[in-house]
């Protein structure tokens, strides 16, 4: 019987009494599958051979090297062995996010006695064969990593880097109704700040559309080597500081058993029976008004509880010093040897495990059945439940472009009319991510078919917000980027659309989510999921508003340089190559796609035809911008990457072609960065022969980029003479300012492009250097312009190609 089945017969109350009761006998499973999945993780951190101690235990049945982390893992395992109880009882899905992901080796353990580790990877069968195997491969060469990991099943949140689990947890549930994600925060990661700013995920989440989360404070009371701040807080004030966040606490305390399982089944059925209410009100249209109080517990259990309790007359159990191996010298310490056979034996392993090493029948007891199992949850292989975007036909947004640079036109808005049908067609499985920019990143057309998701209070002064909006905006890039992850890897699709410098904040987010797609993409039973797309906008060089804090194009740094399997990174100069671009990522799987666009009023280069080709390629010449007239062998190539940079290299090429005819300049546009490097270091690098035609083999190339110019130098490494390439870029000159003053401090004008493209050309025509001259005067000019006016020079502000030749 599934959980919405109770709602339907009214069964709820009786289920949730036998919940909170467990029988001795369920008591006896319960905690025969938690002393089992110990044994597991202690086998896992230690031992290679000897695996079900049918001997006496020998320093070769020791691992040379002993890596894991066991402080934190009883813990979640008994989490782990009360959760599929509640799931057998309640027919609940659930998905299990381990914050403390170092604990990896339980959730292994928890897998292998649930027998999807086995289905998984057949070769580590549930058997004492398997459990050798399951040993001898965990923190080893060849093997799986110590953390909760991409190849661990049931899992989409490694818990590495500290600080995400509430965040994944919560996108998991985003419209995702029937899915419980209960979330095991450690109380060191609970000191973080994306993990501080993520309780206020419940201001967000509808119980009539999502799911829930129930998060679990793990309140071991230390870190690696210290105490955790809410570990030494008086009990009182923890509990105060979470019902300000808006929850209902419930505690658990203790190390005695059975008394912690009843303690804990008592909880989580309080727990499961408010969730149930929250929902059934919120789905039958009784709920009253506001957010509602969800229930969260505080478990408080000694670090390393179940192992020993001191090691060489030092407290061990309860202390930091159980974080990793508590017990190191085992190899060559006989004493430390011994005390492993015997802790390793407090757990029964002969009751646990049968003859040929399988789980006992009482230890399967313990375990749900078929997808219910956490470790089989189709939720955490979110790729299987995808369905496609329901995508409108993006030209329908295009910017009618008569000729290039003549019409301007806020390229983001044109996207979020695309955005906003896109919500209209998918109620069910799109979302925008946006840290309170959506309509300052000109997005807001959105707002015609949904409101910003709201749970707390509204008034009248309040736009487009709502508990039924599906629009996601808080104040949180972690917030945002890590809803998106959750809601990803879950098998839904979405963007997160934040200002370029301050994705600097979540960079470390992209950055890991990139690993994780890395690794997913080498494991076949891992069905690829939507990409998490992020949109830079409010870009470096027009942060009008904004001054240098706000002018960072950092992130592409970061995205260049992961895998090519994952990284993708556009700078559409114009809105019908962003609509394209955008068509194009919202369709991908599995990459991390960066579009970099600014939003203010900029000129349309191409129509949306030509600018479908120009995107499919990736990366072009624009004939009509240069005056090389498909030669092959122009005197300098003027390229650019990026939009204001682009609009300087098109009026840089105009001032050259004017002033300067007999110079031969060619001009190419990219807009697919990742076409840049060889194909050997990314899929998309064009062929030799493709770059060759662009770029030449030996003509000196100008680049005006968008970000940072050493990304360039690197993506270029490798092409013919690479030293030819000349980039301009984002050289950390800013301030609040005018846009063009802004590429004139970063020295990548139309004006310094020109100088670059004589001091570099292969031949000097005459006139180069007056053009020089008239170059310096004209940045003179500007800069006693800008300081005058306060603005730029009007033929610069107003600049449209062709007029250059009006001004003389
Ligand atoms: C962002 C981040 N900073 C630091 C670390 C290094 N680190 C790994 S485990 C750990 C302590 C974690 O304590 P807690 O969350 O309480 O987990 P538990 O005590 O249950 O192991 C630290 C600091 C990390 N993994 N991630």
């Known amino acids: 019987m599934s959980a919405s089945d109770l709602d339907r017969t009214g069964d709820v109350d009786r289920v949730v009494a036998a919940l909170a009761a467990p029988d001795e006998d369920e008591v006896r499973a319960l905690d025969a599958w938690w002393r089992a999945c110990n044994y597991l993780t202690i086998g896992q951190i230690y031992l290679q051979g000897n695996p079900l101690l049918r001997e006496e235990l020998t320093p070769e049945h020791i691992k040379p090297r002993l890596l894991g982390h066991w402080g934190t893992s009883p813990g979640l395992s008994f989490l782990y062995a009360h959760l599929s109880r509640l799931v057998r009882h309640t027919g609940q899905q659930a998905l299990y996010l381990a914050g403390p992901g170092h604990g990896g080796p339980a959730l292994v353990a928890a897998g292998w006695l649930e027998g999807a580790y086995s289905e998984t990877y057949p070769a580590v069968t549930r058997d004492g064969a398997g459990m050798q195997r399951l040993f001898r491969q965990f923190s080893t060469p060849g093997g799986i990593p110590s953390h909760v990991s991409v190849p661990t099943p049931g899992s989409i949140h490694e818990g590495g880097e500290l600080g995400y689990v509430l965040v994944h947890a919560f996108g998991a549930v985003m419209d995702n109704p029937d899915l419980l994600a209960l979330a095991v925060v450690g109380d060191g990661e609970a000191e973080t700040g994306p993990l501080e700013g993520s309780w206020k995920g419940i201001s967000f989440l509808n119980p009539a559309h999502d799911g829930a989360v129930l998060p679990v404070l793990h309140l071991n009371g230390a870190k690696i080597s210290g105490p955790t701040v809410l570990g030494r807080k008086p009990p009182e004030e923890v509990r105060r500081l979470f019902e300000g966040h808006g929850y209902e606490v419930l505690e658990v305390e203790g190390d005695d058993v059975p008394g912690m399982h009843l303690r804990l089944a008592a909880v989580l059925a309080i727990a499961w029976a408010s969730i149930r209410r929250i929902q059934q009100q919120a789905r039958s249209g009784s709920a009253p008004a506001g957010r509602p109080r969800w229930p969260m517990v505080v478990l408080r259990t000694p670090k390393g509880w179940t192992g020993p309790q001191q090691v060489d007359g030092v407290q061990v159990t309860g202390t930091f010093r159980s974080h990793q191996v508590p017990l190191s010298g085992v190899r060559d310490n006989p004493e430390h040897l011994a005390v492993l056979e015997q802790w390793l034996r407090s757990y029964g392993p002969d009751e646990l495990f049968g003859p040929d090493g399988s789980p006992s029948a009482l230890v399967l007891s313990a375990n749900p059945e078929g997808d219910l199992r956490m470790s089989a949850s189709p939720h955490a292989n979110g790729g299987l439940l995808t369905r496609d975007l329901d995508l409108p036909d993006h030209r329908r947004y295009a910017v009618d472009v008569p000729a290039p640079a003549t019409v301007r036109a806020e390229s983001t808005r044109r996207l979020g009319e695309m955005l906003r049908d896109t ?303 000349h980039v301009r870029g984002f050289v950390e000159e800013g301030t609040t300012t005018t846009p063009f003053d802004m590429v004139v401090r970063n020295r990548a004008s139309r004006f310094h492009l020109v100088m670059d493209a004589i001091n570099n050309a292969r031949r000097t025509p005459p006139g180069a250097t007056d053009l020089k001259r008239w170059c310096e005067d004209r940045l003179a000019e500007h800069e006693a312009y800008v300081v005058e006016h306060l603005e730029d020079l009007p033929e610069v502000r107003d600049w449209v190609l062709g007029d250059w030749a009006a001004e003389g």
């Open 423 to 725: 919500y209209a067609a998918n109620p069910d499985r799109f979302r925008l991510f946006c840290p309170d920019e959506t309509n300052s990143n000109r997005l807001g057309a959105v707002f015609e078919v949904s409101d910003r998701a709201f749970m707390e209070a509204t008034t009248p002064a309040d736009v487009a917000l709502s508990p039924s909006g599906r629009v996601m905006e808080v104040l949180s890039e972690h917030s945002c980027h890590g809803w998106l992850e959750g809601y990803t890897l879950t098998g839904r699709h979405g963007m997160f659309a934040t200002y370029e410098a301050f994705a600097m904040v979540s960079a470390s987010q992209t950055v890991q989510h990139g690993k994780w797609l890395q690794e997913a993409s080498k494991l076949p039973w891992r069905a690829p999921v939507p990409s998490l797309n992020i949109l830079l906008t409010s870009t470096a060089w027009r942060n009008d508003h904004n001054g240098f804090s706000h002018q960072g194009p950092g992130l592409l740094q970061n995205v260049i340089v992961q895998r090519g399997e994952v990284s993708r990174v556009y700078l559409p100069p114009d809105a019908n190559c962003l609509l394209s671009v955008a068509d194009h990522c919202l369709r991908s799987r599995s990459y991390i796609n960066v579009i970099v666009i600014d939003k203010q009023p900029q000129l349309q280069w191409l129509t949306m035809d030509q600018a479908a080709e120009h995107c499919a390629r990736g990366a072009g010449v624009w004939e009509w911008a240069g005056n090389d007239d498909g030669r092959e062998d122009p005197d300098v190539v003027l390229a650019c990457a990026g939009d204001v940079v682009t609009m300087e290299t098109v009026a840089a090429a105009q001032i050259l072609r004017e002033r300067l005819p007999s110079l031969r300049v060619r001009v190419v546009n990219v807009v697919d960065l990742m076409t840049l490097p060889r194909r050997r270091d990314h899929p998309h690098g064009m062929s030799d022969t493709q770059f060759s035609e662009l770029f030449t083999d030996r003509a000196d190339v100008v680049f005006a980029f968008h970000g940072y110019p050493g990304a360039v130098h690197q993506l270029v490494h490798g092409r013919p003479h690479a030293d030819r390439f």
